[in-house]
């Protein structure tokens, strides 16, 4: 553990929160809500633990109590709380938020801002912030084709999971999905009223907030019958997988949230159980890959994102030493716990560098923006993407987008 302190490790915080169960410690300890702060919540102990503990469901309770009947957290979380409730629990809302904030990054500001070094001045926390939206922009080449217009029909339907972070900052990830999606035989489906998965909410213990997202979600793809739902964004898809739980009290919504849970995948883990396309080699810039703990220890698929890229002939890979280890983004974390979140990100970073990769795969737009952000502040010159990117980029070059 980064702090050397027993409590804050699992089964320290285990402790903590059985001494919360049986009064011998008040929810609003600031000791409880400290130590159940720091954790990640990578979930990488559940993995390793004999006795099959369900650490992130206790960690998700033990954040809903200190949401509740916590002791005040100061402005970071004041802020969080008021973004949650009022912003992300509101569709138009959140897409206005999105929109301006697109605005604002395409405009190219936060780089001028972050080269001119006034942010790092005000705030090492402002400073990273912009970082992350800066980041988010960086594609692995420039603009593809346009091949919105490919749209075979199959038979075989999916529905695609878009999340707000993914359709807001992402939407190329989106399309690059369901492009491929499509090469491999597979009609794409995207509902509409879809809404956030909720995982920032049951992060933050705003567990109510995460069941309202989630019966709107069921709401939303319950016309696809048993259509596999798609994500490309490992802390979305955990969160999904998590709806039967979520939802195991509501009578109205427990079978739902059970058959919606079922059919969540990852789209590397629905690549996977086909006989996917090769296209044609992308470059020769040496790639290696970093694994989403959500992605890894939530979702269960540890080789499927590689096992994809074998659809990229000739791809010059290399194994990045701690990829299955978190990169210290973990939703909001590295906002609300910038120094510990900078500790786990600056080991990632030296990986990174001695492994001499120029790109670097991973799937989920957190860990997007947390990589490319301390890339970005540290001056390496690493282009960050999605896996399913540069499958993308093998199979527009191979023509497979031009219909006949």
Same mark, same amino acid.
């Given at each position: 553990?980064?702090?050397? /302190?027993?409590? /804050?490790?699992?089964?320290?915080?285990?402790?903590?929160?059985?001494?919360?169960?049986?009064?011998?410690?008040?929810?609003?300890?600031?000791?409880?809500?400290?130590?159940?702060?720091?954790?990640?919540?990578?979930?990488?102990?559940?993995?390793?633990?004999?006795?099959?503990?369900?650490?992130?469901?206790?960690?998700?309770?033990?954040?809903?109590?200190?949401?509740?009947?916590?002791?005040?957290?100061?402005?970071?979380?004041?802020?969080?709380?008021?973004?949650?409730?009022?912003?992300?629990?509101?569709?138009?809302?959140?897409? &206005?938020?999105?929109?301006?904030?697109?605005? &604002?990054?395409?405009?190219?500001?936060?780089?001028?801002?972050?080269?001119?070094?006034?942010?790092?001045?005000?705030?090492?926390?402002?400073?990273?912030?912009? !970082?992350?939206?800066?980041?988010?922009?960086?594609?692995?080449?420039?603009?593809?084709?346009?091949?919105?217009?490919?749209?075979?029909?199959?038979?075989?339907?999916?529905?695609?999971?878009?999340?707000?972070?993914?359709?807001?900052? &992402?939407?190329?990830?989106?399309?690059?999905?369901?492009?491929?999606?499509?090469?491999?035989?597979? /009609? +794409?489906?995207?509902?509409?009223?879809?809404?956030?998965?909720?995982?920032?909410?049951?992060? !933050?213990?705003?567990? @109510?907030?995460?069941?309202?997202? #989630?019966?709107?979600?069921?709401?939303?793809?319950?016309?696809? #019958?048993?259509?596999?739902?798609?994500?490309?964004?490992?802390?979305?898809?955990?969160?999904?997988?998590?709806?039967?739980?979520?939802?195991?009290?509501?009578?109205?919504?427990?079978?739902?949230?059970?058959?919606?849970?079922?059919? +969540?995948?990852?789209?590397?883990?629905?690549?996977?159980?086909?006989?996917?396309?090769?296209?044609? !080699?992308?470059?020769?810039?040496?790639?290696?890959?970093?694994?989403?703990?959500?992605?890894?220890?939530?979702?269960?698929?540890?080789?499927?994102?590689?096992?994809?890229?074998?659809? +990229?002939?000739?791809?010059?890979? +290399?194994?990045?030493?701690?990829?299955?280890?978190?990169?210290?983004?973990?939703?909001?974390?590295?906002?609300?716990?910038?120094?510990?979140?900078?500790?786990?990100?600056? @080991?990632?970073?030296?990986?990174?560098?001695?492994?001499?990769?120029?790109?670097? #795969?991973?799937?989920?737009?957190?860990?997007?923006?947390?990589?490319?952000?301390? #890339?970005?502040?540290?001056?390496?010159?690493?282009?960050?993407?999605?896996?399913? @990117?540069?499958?993308?980029?093998?199979?527009?070059?191979?023509? &497979?987008?031009?219909?006949?």
């Amino acid at each position: 553990m980064a702090t050397g /302190d027993e409590n /804050d490790g699992p089964r320290g915080r285990l402790y903590l929160m059985r001494a919360v169960g049986e009064g011998r410690l008040k929810t609003d300890s600031h000791a409880f809500e400290r130590h159940i702060d720091r954790c990640l919540g990578c979930r990488a102990c559940e993995q390793v633990c004999p006795a099959g503990v369900e650490y992130g469901q206790l960690l998700e309770a033990a954040r809903g109590e200190l949401f509740t009947e916590g002791p005040p957290r100061g402005f970071s979380y004041g802020v969080l709380r008021l973004l949650l409730k009022h912003v992300w629990l509101h569709p138009g809302r959140l897409k &206005f938020f999105f929109s301006t904030t697109r605005v &604002f990054r395409n405009s190219g500001l936060p780089r001028l801002l972050l080269k001119s070094g006034l942010p790092g001045l005000i705030s090492r926390r402002m400073e990273f912030g912009l !970082a992350l939206l800066a980041s988010s922009s960086r594609a692995i080449r420039g603009k593809l084709r346009d091949a919105s217009g490919y749209s075979p029909k199959t038979g075989n339907p999916t529905m695609m999971f878009t999340g707000c972070v993914g359709s807001g900052l &992402f939407e190329r990830i989106n399309q690059a999905t369901a492009r491929v999606l499509k090469a491999n035989g597979f /009609d +794409v489906g995207t509902p509409r009223r879809q809404v956030c998965c909720g995982a920032l909410h049951a992060h !933050a213990g705003d567990l @109510e907030g995460a069941r309202k997202l #989630a019966r709107m979600n069921i709401e939303a793809f319950e016309n696809g #019958a048993a259509a596999p739902i798609i994500t490309n964004a490992g802390g979305c898809g955990a969160m999904l997988v998590s709806y039967a739980h979520l939802l195991e009290r509501d009578e109205q919504f427990a079978g739902r949230a059970r058959s919606f849970s079922d059919r +969540v995948r990852d789209v590397s883990q629905h690549l996977e159980a086909t006989e996917i396309k090769t296209g044609t !080699a992308v470059s020769d810039q040496r790639v290696t890959y970093d694994a989403s703990c959500h992605l890894l220890y939530g979702q269960h698929a540890g080789q499927a994102p590689l096992n994809i890229l074998t659809g +990229v002939p000739d791809l010059n890979f +290399v194994k990045l030493d701690g990829s299955e280890r978190c990169c210290g983004g973990a939703g909001i974390y590295n906002l609300l716990e910038p120094e510990l979140s900078r500790r786990v990100l600056d @080991e990632k970073l030296c990986n990174i560098k001695n492994s001499g990769a120029q790109v670097l #795969a991973t799937g989920n737009a957190g860990c997007q923006m947390q990589i490319g952000a301390g #890339a970005l502040l540290a001056g390496l010159d690493l282009k960050v993407c999605h896996p399913i @990117e540069l499958l993308d980029e093998a199979y527009e070059r191979a023509g &497979f987008y031009t219909e006949s």
